[in-house]
C-alpha cells in the first residue's frame, strides 16, 4: 500500500489532475497486489 501512495504522490507533483488519478489508481491497484501475493 505504501508504494500505491508514493506513486500517488509522485503523480500529484508531476501531472494534471487526471492523470494523477489514474496513476494513484493504478500504483495502489499493484502495490496492493503485489502484498496481497506476498
Not at 504522490?9 to 494534471?16: C, E
Amino acid at each position: 500500500m505504501a508504494d500505491g501512495k508514493v506513486v500517488g504522490a509522485v503523480g500529484v507533483i508531476g501531472s494534471k489532475p487526471d492523470q494523477d488519478h489514474a496513476v494513484a489508481e493504478a500504483g495502489a491497484g499493484a502495490g496492493a497486489g503485489e502484498f496481497t501475493s506476498t
